[in-house]
């Protein structure tokens, strides 16, 4: 809010309390007054065309040169206007100040509110718009009362000076004529005050009683001009008839002041001079009626400063009352001013952003000059190019043109190649025609013939499905027969199912009977297996003499005589150095079967080294299915039975190998190579099938 605005605010229109609300109206208010005052001066100069919403800078910079101001004073005087130029008043930037304070002067003695030239140069306009806005009322208040519209027609004013009447001023001078030298109508218009008066450069020189500048000046007439001229001593020697048209022209009332002291005092010096002290009749009618004048003009003079102080009175007070605001304002807006101030803190933050983001649009602008010339330079490049282009597109039609042509001539050679292919395939479609014709009577024919055979299907159809109802007969009667069937195998089945219930039990007693036969055969048996001669080894030194079918093995001793040299050994079985692995395991399956029955059975292989153990044990590397040793046809044959088995029992297979080698037994199957010594714990006696 401006300081201003705050002044006009305090005038008592608004409350202190609303003083947002205030500060709006005060703002609308100045706006206002300042659209009027350019509107007025508008009027007053139609040349100046300055936009009613002009801001307070606009019309600062149009006053400032005081120019505007001296028009202004010329337009409500064009005598004025002379004497400005008599004056040197006009609107050189070096008498700008003094034309301001001129006008200030002026507006000030017609009791308006005036300003300050620093307040039009630098502080506040809305002091000088109060200023012209004020002078404007006051002049169109003065029109209105008289019904003339001088003032709103600055031309009309120049041309027709009229008389008005104002109530609020005196001058000293006073307007007699319109500038032709014609006398005012009446007394009573000539003592009206109106804004002519402002044309009296007497007028703006104010407080002090002042003289028409020349004898032909439009402010006295010409019979105050001849008394004027009169010397000293001469005043008793005027004629009466002049005397009386002096007065009877009025012509007093619009002498200057100092003239009429003159007047007065040379009446009085003449009559001191002679020293007879009588004075003609006609001069001390004369005397008395300049008396009057000055007495009345005096009696104006006195209003004029009554009505002066009562107006300083009144803006004193008016000031007083600002003031009260304004320190009821400053009291009650300390807080207020802690918020402006960080308000001003933000705008001062607001603004470095600002000035910043202005450094960064500068940068901006540079680089997009640079990219413009650059562009520039493209956009000639490829003007240039076009060029180029349209250039080749131009040959290009040229040549596109020939070829057109080229291709025209070739269209029309071949459309007639086309009219005459057209008028052979006319023909061709006649020939098809017939042709279509014969076959269609050909499929005519075949029609008659499918239609024939279609009859004949027919037919079969019918047998065939007497056929079919035939053969769903005797499938009925084969369901019947199925059904009897199925009864009676059921029956059967539940026999067998008896019979296998059975069979489960005479199993058990038969594995019993087997095992109670292995027993009698004897729980320890002992077989002995021949090697065969290995490749190198000498087939004549064999010591075998007799291998018996039931376990009889005769050996020979060379080294001894007789009975001595040959010795008979007896076993459950011998197997020859021919026997097969199969046959060897053949006679200890029955022994390892029984291990399903819960029978511990122990085979051992026995013999020095390279006797054959290993190979009969597990057989030879990379043995084939027909060389497995006993171990793996054991497993392979639990395995198996464990199969068969697999409805009615649950085995579970655990493979153990080791070694047992100068009284220290390993494990053969330890996965981390240390090989683990005996005891072994209870879990690794299980060890994964794959492992065998
Ligand atoms: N019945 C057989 N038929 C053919 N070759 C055999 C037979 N028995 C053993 N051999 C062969 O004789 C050799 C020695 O056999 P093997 O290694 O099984 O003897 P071993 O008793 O296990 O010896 P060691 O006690 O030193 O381990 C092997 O080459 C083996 O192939």
Redesign the pocket.
């Known amino acids: 809010m401006k300081l201003g605005a705050l002044l006009e605010m305090s005038n008592g229109d608004t409350p202190v309390s609303h003083r947002g609300m205030a500060g709006l109206n005060i703002d609308a208010e100045m706006a206002k007054r300042r659209s009027d005052v350019i509107e007025w001066l508008n009027s007053l100069f139609p040349g100046l065309r300055m936009p009613v919403d002009a801001s307070e800078e606009e019309l600062r910079a149009r006053l400032l040169d005081g120019s505007l101001l001296c028009g202004i004073l010329r337009r409500l005087s064009p005598g004025y206007s002379n004497e400005m130029r008599n004056d040197n008043y006009d609107s050189t930037p070096e008498n700008s100040s003094e034309n301001i304070t001129k006008f200030v002067s002026v507006v000030e003695n017609m009791g308006l509110p005036g300003f300050n030239v620093f307040d039009l140069e630098q502080g506040a306009v809305s002091t000088v718009v109060y200023c012209l806005w004020s002078l404007k009322d006051h002049l169109l208040s003065d029109v209105c009362q008289d019904g003339n519209s001088l003032v709103r027609s600055g031309g009309e004013g120049r041309t027709k000076p009229k008389v008005l009447q104002s109530t609020r001023f005196a001058p000293l001078s006073v307007v007699v004529g319109d500038g032709n030298g014609h006398s005012p109508a009446s007394i009573g218009e000539q003592r009206r005050h109106s804004f002519h008066e402002l044309r009296s450069p007497h007028y703006f020189q104010n407080t002090h009683i002042s003289e028409p500048s020349t004898p032909q000046s439009p402010y006295g007439g010409h019979k105050f001009h001849d008394v004027f001229q009169l010397k000293q001593g001469h005043y008793y020697d005027i004629q009466a008839s002049k005397i009386s048209d002096m007065m009877k022209s009025n012509s007093l009332d619009n002498a200057p002041t100092q003239s009429l002291l003159s007047i007065m005092n040379g009446i009085l010096d003449e009559s001191i001079e002679r020293k007879n002290g009588d004075i003609p009749q006609r001069v001390s009618s004369l005397l008395k009626r300049v008396a009057q004048e000055i007495e009345r003009r005096i009696a104006t003079q006195a209003e004029h400063i009554h009505n002066q102080n009562n107006l300083i009175k009144t803006r004193e007070e008016k000031y007083q009352s600002r003031i009260r605001v304004l320190e009821a304002l400053a009291m009650g807006t300390n807080e207020e001013t802690q918020i402006v101030m960080e308000q001003l803190q933000l705008l001062k933050t607001e603004k470095h952003k600002i000035e910043e983001k202005n450094t960064h649009d500068e940068e901006n602008i540079g680089r997009l000059l640079k990219e413009k010339e650059k562009n520039d330079k493209n956009t000639s490049e490829l003007a240039k190019e076009l060029e180029t282009i349209k250039r080749a597109y131009k040959e290009q039609y040229r040549h596109m043109e020939t070829k057109s042509k080229e291709n025209q001539e070739e269209f029309e050679q071949k459309l007639k190649e086309v009219e005459s292919y057209l008028e052979e395939s006319r023909s061709r479609m006649k020939e098809l025609e017939a042709i279509s014709e014969s076959k269609t009577q050909n499929w005519n024919h075949k029609e008659h013939v499918f239609q024939k055979f279609i009859n004949l299907q027919q037919q079969s159809v019918k047998e065939l499905r007497s056929s079919y109802d035939s053969i769903k007969l005797e499938l009925a009667v084969s369901q019947k027969k199925w059904c009897e069937e199925s009864i009676a195998f059921g029956k059967r089945l539940k026999v067998l199912t008896d019979a296998a219930d059975n069979y489960h039990s005479i199993l058990a007693e038969n594995r019993k009977l087997f095992n109670e036969v292995q027993e009698l055969k004897g729980n320890i048996r002992v077989y002995c ?4 001669f ?1 490749s190198g080894e000498d087939k004549k030194h064999t010591t075998i003499e007799y291998i018996g079918e039931n376990g009889e093995l005769l050996i020979a001793n060379p080294s001894k005589q007789r009975k001595d040299g040959q010795r008979m050994f007896k076993f459950n079985k011998v ?1 020859g ?1 021919a ?1 097969t ?1 199969e046959e060897v395991f053949l006679d200890t399956q029955p022994l390892i079967r029984s291990v399903l029955d819960g029978y511990n059975v122990c085979i051992l ?1 026995y ?11 597990s057989g ?1 590397n990379g043995a084939s299915d027909e060389e497995w040793g006993v171990n793996c046809r054991a497993l392979n044959d639990l395995f198996q039975i464990s199969r068969n088995r697999r409805d009615t029992y649950m085995y579970e297979v655990g493979v153990q190998m080791i070694e047992i080698y100068n009284e220290q037994v390993r494990d053969l199957l330890a996965n981390d190579g240390s090989q683990k010594k005996y005891p072994f714990f209870p879990c690794d006696l299980i060890t994964p099938i794959n492992k065998c």
């Open positions: 297996r021949i090697r065969p290995l197997f150095p026997s692995q292989a013999g020095q080294t390279g006797s054959g153990k290993t190979y009969t044990m030879p």
